[in-house]
């Protein structure tokens, strides 16, 4: 009986928390970024001196790299901060930018669109 109230736990918990979401690739592409989840992702924007911050509820690993913004240099970096990733861009001008969600193939893309 035990077992059994146990399996029936596990099966309720599995329908309150659903599986986490992942951050599976990260592309840099003309003027921004894009960033591919297994579901979809609901970011956060923020600016703080220039810097381009988006917070995302997701898990995934942590990388950097570069970019060009208006034919000008731009370093990205994904950091784990608490239970999100933070990803920031920073240039020698203050950047702004959007993103957008879409679909394709079954998972998510969030194109995020740089400028200075």
Same mark, same amino acid.
């Given at each position: 009986?035990?077992?059994?109230?146990?399996?029936?736990?596990?099966?309720?918990?599995?329908l309150v928390h659903p599986d986490p +979401?992942? #951050?599976?690739?990260?592309?840099?592409?003309?003027?921004? /970024?894009?960033?591919?989840?297994? +579901?979809?992702?609901?970011p956060q924007v923020g600016e703080a001196?220039?810097?381009? /911050?988006?917070?995302?509820?997701?898990?995934?690993?942590?990388?950097?790299?570069?970019? +060009?913004?208006?034919?000008?240099?731009?370093?990205?970096?994904?950091?784990?901060?608490?239970?999100? /990733? /933070?990803?920031?861009?920073?240039?020698?001008?203050?950047?702004?930018?959007?993103? !957008?969600a879409q679909e394709a193939d079954g998972?998510? !893309? #969030?194109?995020?669109?740089?400028?200075?």
């Amino acid at each position: 009986m035990a077992v059994f109230a146990f399996l029936i736990g596990l099966m309720i918990g599995r329908l309150v928390h659903p599986d986490p +979401q992942w #951050l599976r690739d990260v592309r840099v592409i003309d003027q921004g /970024l894009e960033l591919w989840f297994d +579901q979809e992702p609901k970011p956060q924007v923020g600016e703080a001196e220039g810097v381009f /911050l988006l917070r995302i509820e997701s898990f995934g690993k942590e990388g950097s790299g570069q970019l +060009q913004v208006g034919g000008h240099r731009a370093n990205w970096r994904i950091v784990r901060e608490r239970r999100d /990733l /933070l990803l920031k861009v920073v240039a020698a001008r203050p950047l702004q930018g959007t993103w !957008r969600a879409q679909e394709a193939d079954g998972r998510w !893309r #969030l194109v995020i669109s740089l400028t200075q």
